[in-house]
């Protein structure tokens, strides 16, 4: 009975590695701009790196969602939005 959970388990995981890793590139990359900036205001204001990287993974997460649901393009000026808005999340439903 224990095989779905780790299966779940580890999509999950899989999930948010990816993710984080798409937020470290973005950081890195410098793009979008808001990424880096974002960054750097959390961590002025004492985020700890991990925190923020789950924080910016999460925005990254719902407008991928909302990207499937509507089945459109990647909204690039919601998602600098929402990154600037951090610590606030986003809803995850408008």
């Given at each position: 009975m224990s095989e779905p959970t780790d299966i779940d388990n580890d999509e999950e995981e899989f999930t948010e590695s990816t993710l984080t890793q798409a937020i470290e590139?973005?950081?890195?990359?410098?793009?979008?701009?808001?990424?880096?900036?974002?960054?750097?205001?959390?961590?002025?204001?004492g985020y700890e790196r991990e925190d923020i990287l789950n924080l910016m993974a999460h925005v990254l997460a719902v407008e991928i969602d909302k990207m499937l649901e509507e089945d459109r393009a990647f909204d690039t000026q919601w998602y600098e939005t929402a990154l600037r808005a951090l610590p606030e999340l986003p809803p995850e439903n408008d």
């Open positions: 590139n973005q950081i890195e990359s410098d793009n979008p701009p808001a990424a880096k900036a974002t960054f750097n205001k959390l961590t002025l204001v």
